[in-house]
């Protein structure tokens, strides 16, 4: 898990700055291609980041075929991803210190010596975490 994390962090800081967002492509003539764009001002509509198409027309025997629908998606996703970034990162950091058995001991141990039901106790613990990962 760590070296995903460290992927995402150094990816993080080469992409393409967000929010990003997903939107019809406005020149494809009704070729139904959606973009993944930066997001639109009101003079400019964003720079185009990714495009992504269906290939219903194109696709060979054989060949995945993937519709409108799906390549709508597809943007959806990688907008979603891209601009939840810093979140899945502060996710997957708060899994890994929780995988530390030994952190996670020395959490439950503190938060024990009081007279707490389990919840309380894994309240301290999420508590705990916010501070860590901030």
């Known amino acids: 898990m760590t070296d995903l994390i460290e992927r995402l ?10 929010p990003l967002m997903a939107q019809e492509d406005p020149c494809d003539d009704q070729d139904y291609k959606v973009l993944v764009t930066t997001a639109q001002t009101r003079t400019f509509p964003g720079t185009w980041v990714m495009r992504a198409e269906h290939n219903w027309r194109e696709a ?3 060949d995945r075929r993937i519709s409108w629908k799906e390549a709508e ?3 959806a996703l990688i907008v979603a991803l891209h601009n939840a970034l810093p979140t899945i990162i502060a996710a997957l950091e708060t899994v890994a210190l929780i995988r530390d ?3 996670l ?5 503190d938060s024990l010596d009081m007279d707490w039901r389990p919840i309380d106790a894994a309240r301290a613990i999420i508590a705990g975490l916010e501070k860590e990962t901030a």
Do not use: F
């Open 9 to 18: 962090e150094a990816l993080a800081g080469k992409v393409t700055p967000g």
């Open 60 to 62: 060979e025997y054989g």
């Open 73 to 75: 998606a597809n943007a």
């Open 101 to 103: 058995e030994d952190w």
């Open 105 to 109: 001991e020395e959490r439950i141990s």
